[in-house]
């Protein structure tokens, strides 16, 4: 029993010193950059992460809130992929637009609206027409080909 107090002692003093350096202003704090790399650095705290997590001290929108998720949809033939993009901020007077995403060569055997997603040049594919994706709404589509394409943010323009 004894033992499990000491862990459970130590766990409360990691959490208590954990939350106070990682939320006051001017502590140095791990952030990812736009190579995803780890790096360390002095941050201001409305533009700090842990775990791609954005604190949302400031009400600002960033990279992190625009969620791309996609998965293999069971049919015959050719594969198909189901594609899901969202805006996760909650800011309501800010929607991230002009979203590009990282996609390589993209190609579909099946159609895509190009005003839902559209390839522009080589790992260049633009989102939702450039227009404002609103908190919350997602950009669904489905493409076919014999592999799935790495779809990744590449750039926006957030109104911070």
């Known amino acids: ?5 000491i862990f459970f002692y130590f766990f409360l003093v990691f959490v208590i010193i954990f939350c106070n350096v990682s939320f006051h202003p001017g502590n140095f704090m791990h952030f990812a950059n ?8 002095h941050v201001k705290p ?9 604190l949302m001290l400031q009400g600002v929108c960033t990279k992190w809130d625009i969620s791309i998720s996609q998965s293999r949809y ?3 033939g050719i594969p198909q992929y189901i594609v899901q993009i969202v805006n996760t901020c909650t800011v309501s007077n800010c929607s991230p637009s002009n979203i590009h995403l990282h996609c390589g060569w993209f190609a579909s055997a ?3 609206n190009p005003t839902t997603f559209k390839r ?3 790992d260049d594919c633009l989102v939702n027409g450039g227009h404002p994706l609103k908190s919350s709404q997602s950009i669904r589509f489905t493409y076919a080909n014999s592999f799935m394409y790495p779809l990744k943010f590449k750039s926006a323009s957030f109104c911070n």
């Open 34 to 41: 736009e190579d995803e790399n780890r790096t360390r650095g």
């Open 110 to 112: 099946r159609i895509v």
């Open 1 to 5: 029993m004894s033992r499990i107090c």
């Open 120 to 122: 522009l040049s080589f």
């Open 46 to 54: 409305e533009f700090a992460y842990f775990n791609h997590r954005k």
């Open 74 to 76: 069971p049919t015959p």
